[in-house]
């Protein structure tokens, strides 16, 4: 089975920082990787398939890049609403997810 | 507008079973794969199950292969999970998530989830 490894667990931001959380798959997955925000209580929110492109109606402050087995999630700069935590999830062999990356207010 | 709604959660003993149904509307439910993905609160989403667009093709997760059972019923754009042999680390929420089409898959919508708890 692919596992995903995402670093870090969590972090600390402000308004406005960039910030960038990264997703390490334990083989090639070439561009199948998924990112997701999800808030306390509520479902995953679908943001970037194929590693780097936008689903519909995210913002263009959130950008994902890499290939392969290594790949980021960038927010370029964070607004009150991004607080959250992020997975990220291999569609190359059924879907496993990563562990989580939680976003805090410093 | 697209809606997933999970029902048939409850509390249920080791070695139980219980049917999982997902009510979709708003979309075409015979043209997407669909998928069940379990969550333990304060954990991360896991992959429980994924079915084609008829039903003809399957896949499971190791740890729920030869229990579970991922089913449609495109008459009634329903879901189904049928859960057996329950143990006390299938409690989660469980949620239907509809998956994206083309080969670059991902789950777009997904229900508000039900949570299955398995205790004596």
């Known amino acids: 089975d692919i596992q995903m490894t995402q670093s870090p667990s969590s972090l600390s931001a402000s308004v406005g920082d960039r910030v960038t959380i990264t997703c390490r798959a334990s083989?090639?997955?070439?561009?199948?990787l998924n990112w997701y925000q999800q808030k306390p209580g509520k479902a995953p929110k679908f943001l970037i398939y194929?590693?780097?492109s936008l689903h519909s109606g995210v913002p263009s402050r959130f950008s994902g890049s890499g290939s392969g087995t290594d790949f980021t999630l960038t927010i370029s700069s964070l607004q009150p609403e991004d607080f959250a935590t992020y997975y990220c999830?291999?569609?190359?062999?059924?879907?496993?997810f990563g562990q989580g990356t939680k976003v805090e207010s410093k | 507008e697209v809606q997933l709604a999970e029902s048939g959660g409850g509390l249920v003993q080791p070695g139980g079973s219980l049917r999982l149904s997902c009510a979709a509307s708003?979309?075409?439910?015979?043209?997407?794969?669909m998928q069940w993905v379990r969550q333990v609160p304060g954990k991360g989403p896991v992959w429980v199950s994924r079915?084609?667009?008829?039903?003809?093709?399957?896949s499971y997760a190791d740890s729920v292969k030869g229990r579970f059972t991922i089913s449609r019923d495109n008459a009634e754009n329903t879901l189904y999970l049928q859960m057996n042999s329950l143990r006390a680390e299938d409690t989660a929420v469980y949620y239907c998530?509809?998956?994206?089409?083309?080969?670059?898959?991902?789950?777009?919508?997904w229900g508000r989830g039900t949570l299955v708890t398995v205790s004596s």
């Open positions: 083989q090639s997955i070439s561009s199948y």
């Open positions: 708003g979309f075409t439910f015979r043209n997407y794969w």
């Open positions: 079915i084609n667009f008829d039903g003809s093709s399957t």
């Open positions: 194929a590693a780097s």
């Open positions: 999830q291999q569609s190359y062999s059924t879907g496993t």
């Open positions: 998530a509809r998956e994206t089409s083309g080969s670059y898959w991902g789950l777009d919508y």
